[in-house]
Nanobody
């Protein structure tokens, strides 16, 4: 069984920073790409960042220059370092995985809430 556990969310002021973590089990972590999605109320789930098994990264335009995705294969963990946070970053953040590009896993963890507000 694949299990994804996200953590690190919270309430932060605009311009602040946060580090999200996701630990995966049930997969050979080092052979899979990982990604972070977010879903804000009333909006579709959006892929914001992904990192391949070779550490190549892709970001959606709205977070480029502000967010950094990283992975630690020894810990089966993917991180999302978020800087210069904006209210529009408010969402539940989820991680997911893929064995082949674009073929994301079919289940989701509980997510972690990020709220950016004064």
């Amino acid at each position: 069984q694949v299990q994804l556990v996200e953590s690190g969310g919270g309430l932060v002021q605009p311009g602040g920073s946060l580090r999200l973590s996701c630990t995966a089990s049930g997969i050979i972590f080092s052979t899979h790409g990982m990604g972070w999605y977010r879903q804000a109320p009333g909006k579709q789930r959006e892929l914001v960042a992904q990192i391949s098994r070779t550490y190549a990264t892709i970001y959606t335009d709205s977070v480029k220059g502000r967010f950094t995705i990283a992975r630690d294969n020894a810990k089966n963990t993917v991180y999302l370092d978020m800087n210069s946070l904006k209210p529009e970053d408010t969402a539940v953040y989820y991680c997911n995985y893929y064995r082949y590009p674009g073929s994301w896993g079919g289940s989701w963890g509980q997510g972690t809430q990020v709220t950016v507000s004064s």
